[in-house]
């Protein structure tokens, strides 16, 4: 099974924008489980083809993939497969498109505190994408609707 070609775990991708994917050994230490969480993120669109991961595009999905990657709340298995982890964002932008408050939602293996997870976060993203807040949600939550289904 090859990654979504407007990802970054895609190899065209990262030579196309010479973005380095570092590779991460899985641990034998005790796993964190799978936690379904929203993120409130904000952006400016300027440098970006929307938010919708697309081939050959640099989208703010795949920048944002990458930084939950780079931070290790997204295993290699997972990474360049939204589906694995159930992505499911408010609104898709067209290019150039800025917001202020963005929904997304994700399954990560994320520790309990989440404010310092999303201190990590941020620091893997470009300074013109931000992850504002983020929340446990339950199984059923979708950011495309905004409530439980």
């Avoid at 010479?18 to 904000?42: D, W, Y």
């Avoid at 939204?82 to 964002?89: A, I, L, R």
Wanted: hydrophobic content about 40%.
């Amino acid at each position: 099974q090859t990654p979504h070609e407007g990802s970054f775990a895609c190899l065209a991708l990262q030579e196309q924008f010479q973005v380095t994917v570092p590779t991460f050994e899985e641990s034998a230490a005790i796993k964190i489980p799978k936690r379904k969480v929203a993120m409130l993120l904000g952006y400016t669109g300027t440098k970006y083809a929307g938010f919708q991961m697309n081939a050959h595009q640099r989208t703010l999905h795949a920048q944002v993939e990458l930084a939950l990657y780079k931070s290790q709340y997204l295993s290699q298995t997972n990474f360049g497969f939204p589906h694995k982890y159930s992505w499911s964002n408010a609104a898709r932008t067209d290019k150039g498109v800025h917001a202020c408050a963005q929904v997304v939602s994700c399954k990560l293996e994320i520790p309990d505190d989440l404010q310092a997870a999303r201190q990590a976060i941020n620091t893997h993203l470009p300074g013109d994408i931000r992850v504002l807040d983020i929340v446990k949600v339950s199984r059923a939550f979708c950011a495309k609707t905004q409530r439980d289904r």
